[in-house]
Each structure stands twice: as structure tokens, then as C-alpha cells.
């Protein structure tokens, strides 16, 4: 079956723009995360997905992100007056979800880069 | 506080040799572990998971071994193959915090035909 899918996979925009990230998570999971991984560290984790509600947002570093998943699949995450520090790569994984913890598959990541 | 780190930073090994990266964490608290690699330009590709009730646990040519006392954790990899060469990164997650992974910095692992 189809694995996490992420669009676009490169954006490049200018300091100060309106940016959005897409996810595509396995079909069936209900569990979706987002995390950001800079050059030559691992990934940092961002929000959770549990359903439609954000069961945990405390890795958004600034109110200028926001992420959402209305319908419970697809999730945007969005980044507001972008600044040169949010270049990274913005990963997507999702998982089973439900209590206990399972194995989260990642999607490709969308390399993100303010000039 | 919450932290994953690796003991090495690269690790260069010959192909058919068996290849061990290292993790410690801090956290008494984590309760499930995974082991991740990633490739150049990819994302993190799922290996292996173990459970805080287990000790080891076995997949396809790879081992993690998980030492609760020191909270120490470690991936064996048999018969190290060229194909193996990628990022290697242990993460964790907290039982009373959800779902989200803490991960480490990473070991690279290259392998010498």
C-alpha cells in the first residue's frame, strides 16, 4: 500500500511569506505527527495528531506555526512570516494511534528554504 | 531531563562484518524505543521497535538490545551490507506523554566494499 506522502517535496520562499505543508498519512492511521530535522540532527518533534484534535502541540516553537487535520487524514502545516531559522526539512509520520505506542512511518519530508 | 544520545558519532565498518551503534537515554519514564535509518534525501525508515518489558528483540539480520539499568540501548546489524550505509538514529518515547518520538543525533554508518 501507499506509504506517508508529503507535498511539496522543496519550497523555497522569501523571508516573510505564507508557506503550507502537506501530508498524506497511511490509510487507516489515525495517529499523524509532524517533526522538523535541521542538517546533521534528528528530527525534532513539532505536534500530534490523535483523530482530528491535536493531542500535543508543545513542539511548535512559536505561535507562528499552526498545523490542522479537519477531517481526520489529510494534515497542513502551516508557517506564518517565515524566517531564515524555519529552513529545514518538515517530516510527516503517522501510526495506528490508539493507547500504547506503535511504529511511526515517515514520509519523504518537505525541504524548506527561506531566502 | 528528556535525551537521546549517541555514544559515536560514525562508524565505518567492512561489508560482512557485523556492525553495533550505540544509544543511551535518560529518561526512566520512556517505555517503547525505535530504531530508524535514513538515507540521503529520505525520510526516517523505520528498523525495529522494542517494548520496556522486553530485553532484546530480533528482525531480519538486526538485533536491539535494550539495558533498562544503565539506559542503554543498541542495534546490531549481521552481515553488514553496502546497502546498509545511511544514518542510523535511536528514538524514544515517553509513556505518559503521548505519542511523540525524542530522537538522538544519529550515527553514521559506512560500509567498505
Known amino acids: 500500500g501507499a506509504g506517508v506522502s508529503q507535498t511539496p517535496s522543496n519550497k523555497v520562499t522569501e523571508k516573510g511569506k505564507y508557506v503550507e505543508l502537506r501530508c498524506d498519512p497511511i490509510?487507516?492511521?489515525?495517529?499523524l505527527y509532524w517533526y522538523r530535522q535541521s542538517l546533521g540532527q534528528g528530527p525534532e518533534f513539532l505536534i500530534y495528531f490523535q483523530g482530528t484534535g491535536a493531542a500535543d502541540d508543545s513542539g511548535l516553537p512559536n505561535d507562528r506555526f499552526f498545523a490542522v487535520r479537519p477531517e481526520g487524514s489529510v494534515s497542513t502545516l502551516k508557517i506564518q512570516r517565515t524566517e531564515r531559522g524555519d529552513s529545514a526539512v518538515y517530516l510527516c509520520?503517522?501510526?495506528?494511534?490508539?493507547?500504547?505506542?506503535?511504529?511511526?512511518?515517515f514520509g519523504p519530508g518537505t525541504r524548506l528554504t527561506v531566502t | 531531563g528528556e535525551s537521546v544520545g549517541l555514544h559515536l558519532p560514525t562508524l565505518s565498518v567492512q561489508e560482512g562484518d557485523n556492525s553495533i551503534i550505540n544509544c543511551a537515554y535518560s529518561n526512566s519514564a520512556s517505555d517503547y524505543f525505535i530504531w530508524y535509518k535514513q538515507e540521503s534525501g529520505k525520510g526516517p525508515q523505520f528498523i525495529i521497535d522494542?517494548?520496556?518489558?522486553?530485553d532484546k528483540r530480533q528482525g531480519q539480520r538486526v538485533t536491539v538490545l535494550l539495558n533498562k539499568t544503565v539506559k542503554h540501548l543498541s542495534l546490531q546489524i549481521a552481515a553488514t551490507q553496502p546497502g546498509d550505509s545511511a544514518v542510523y538514529f535511536c528514538a524514544e518515547n515517553i509513556g505518559n506523554q503521548g505519542g511523540k518520538l525524542i530522537f538522538g543525533q544519529g550515527t553514521e554508518l559506512s560500509v567498505k566494499p
Open positions: 509520520a503517522s501510526s495506528r494511534g490508539g493507547t500504547g505506542s506503535y511504529e511511526q512511518y
Open positions: 490509510s487507516g492511521h489515525t495517529a
Open positions: 522494542i517494548r520496556s518489558n522486553m
